[in-house]
C-alpha cells in the first residue's frame, strides 16, 4: 500500500533506491574472501572444477554474462553463459569438473530449474545457485547457494535482484581466484574495500535522477532506442535496453560498440537516440570512434561518462558523469542509472510501472 511506498511513486523507484542498503546487506559479514560463504563443503567442490557454467533467464541471464567477464579476467576460470530455455533443450558437450551456477531471484522460475536438472542428468553434480529466496526449490536443489538480500522485490522488472546478483558474483569470482592461487592478500584487501564502498558509490550515482529526468522527457517521444556498451558494460547495455523495453514498451536494443558498423548503423537517423555507456577504462577511445561514427549520421547520443572520461556535450552528444570511475564494479553503477532512465521514461509514457502488460514476476511453467 501507500503507506509501504513511502516517498515513492511506485515499487521500481523504491526498489532502486534501495539498492545501496541491499547489497550492503548481501555483503554483510563478509569478511574475507572464504569459499564456506557459499556453503559448507563448497572449498572442496571449488577446488575440483576447472569451468562454469552458468543458466538462467531474463534479467538473471545478463548478471550471468556480467560474471563471465569477471571470472575470466580475475580467476581465468572458463565460463559458459546459456539462456536457461534453450540450454535444456539443445545437444551440448558436458563435462563433469563443471560448476553449474543458476541465478535466480525467486528459484521458482521453470526453464532455469529445468535447465539445471538437464546438467545434472548430463552428470554435472556440482551445483550452485544465487538466489533471493531461501526457500526457494532452487535452493533446495542445488549442493551451494549464495543467497542474496535484495528482500521482496514487487516490481515485475527487476532493479535489486540484478545488483545483489552482481555482488554476490564478484564475491564468487574473487572466490574461485582464491581457489587457484590467483589473489594475492593485497588484492584481496583491496577488492574488499571497493566492496564494501559500493553503497556510498551507488547513493552517488542515484542522486544523479535530476538529470535523468531530463533526458527520460525527451525519451518518451521515441518510439525506438539503440544501448552500447563495450567489454563488461555490454550486458549491462542489454538490460539497460532490457528495462526499457519492458516497462515503456520502447523498442531498444543493445549492441557490443564494436558490432555498430555490421548492422544498427544502418537504423540510425536524427530520430534514434543512442544510449552509450562510456567508462573510464581501456576501451574508452575505441568507445569514442563507435560514438563518432553515430553522430556523422546525425544519432542523438545520450552518455552515462565518468568523472574522468573525457567527453564533452555538444551537439547532438548529452552527457551525464557518473561521480567515480569503479574499475571491475562499474557494471553496478551503471546500470543504476539505466534503470532510472527506463523509469522515468516508463513514468512519463504512463504506462503501469509495477505490472508491465505481458509479464510476470516469476514463470514458473514452461
Ligand atoms: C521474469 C521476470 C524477470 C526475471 C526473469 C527470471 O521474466 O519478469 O524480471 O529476470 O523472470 O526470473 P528469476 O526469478 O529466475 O530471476
Known amino acids: 500500500g501507500a503507506a509501504e511506498l513511502g516517498p515513492y511513486r511506485h ?13 550492503g546487506d548481501t555483503l554483510e ?10 556453503g ?18 531474463g534479467t538473471s541471464y545478463y548478471a550471468g554474462l556480467t560474471a563471465k567477464y569477471w571470472i575470466e579476467s580475475v580467476a581465468k576460470v572458463p565460463v559458459n553463459v546459456e539462456i536457461a530455455s534453450e540450454y535444456r533443450y539443445r545437444d551440448s558437450v558436458p563435462h563433469p569438473d563443471t560448476l553449474v551456477v543458476t541465478i535466480s531471484q ?11 536438472k538437464h546438467a ?19 535452493v533446495r536443489e542445488c549442493q551451494l547457494a549464495y543467497i542474496t538480500r535484495a528482500g521482496v522485490e514487487v516490481g515485475v522488472a527487476s532493479t535489486k535482484a540484478f545488483t545483489t546478483q552482481l555482488a554476490a558474483l564478484f564475491l564468487l569470482t574473487l572466490t574461485l581466484a582464491q581457489v587457484n592461487g590467483r589473489l594475492t592478500d593485497a588484492e584481496e584487501a583491496e577488492h574488499l574495500k571497493m566492496m564494501r ?11 544523479l535522477e535530476p538529470q535523468v529526468i531530463a533526458w527520460a522527457e525527451e525519451f518518451a517521444r521515441k518510439e525506438n532506442a539503440l544501448f552500447l556498451g563495450r567489454g ?16 515503456s514498451y520502447i523498442h531498444a536494443e543493445a549492441y557490443p560498440a564494436g558490432e555498430l558498423k555490421h548492422g544498427p548503423l544502418a537504423l540510425v537517423t536524427e530520430e534514434m537516440p543512442v544510449v552509450t555507456i562510456a567508462p573510464n577504462d581501456a576501451l574508452l577511445e575505441k568507445l569514442k570512434s563507435n560514438m563518432q561514427e553515430v553522430r556523422a549520421r546525425g544519432g542523438q547520443l545520450y552518455v552515462f561518462a565518468d568523472v574522468d572520461s573525457r567527453i564533452t556535450s555538444g551537439d547532438g552528444l548529452h552527457v551525464i558523469r557518473l561521480p567515480e570511475h569503479y574499475g571491475l564494479l562499474s557494471p553496478i553503477l551503471h ?20 505490472k508491465p502488460r505481458n509479464l510476470a514476476k516469476s514463470v514458473t511453467v514452461e
Do not use: W
Open 335 to 354: 546500470v543504476a542509472a539505466l534503470q532510472l532512465l527506463a523509469y522515468h521514461t516508463a513514468l512519463a509514457r504512463g504506462t503501469d510501472v509495477d
Open 29 to 38: 559479514g563478509v569478511t574475507g574472501v572464504m569459499p564456506e560463504l557459499f
Open 106 to 116: 525467486s528459484g521458482e522460475t521453470a526453464d532455469t530449474l529445468a535447465a539445471l
Open 197 to 207: 564502498h559500493l553503497p556510498v558509490a551507488l547513493s552517488s550515482v542515484l542522486a
Open 11 to 23: 515499487y521500481m523507484q523504491k526498489e532502486i533506491f534501495e539498492q545501496p542498503r541491499v547489497i
Open 120 to 138: 545434472r542428468s548430463l552428470g554435472m553434480t556440482h551445483t550452485l545457485t544465487i538466489c533471493n529466496v531461501s526457500t526457494s526449490a532452487m
Open 232 to 247: 563488461i558494460h555490454y550486458p549491462i547495455a542489454l538490460e539497460g535496453a532490457l528495462k526499457l523495453k519492458e516497462i
Open 40 to 57: 559448507d563443503g563448497a572449498y572442496a567442490v571449488f577446488k575440483k572444477i576447472d569451468r562454469v557454467l552458468i543458466l538462467a533467464c
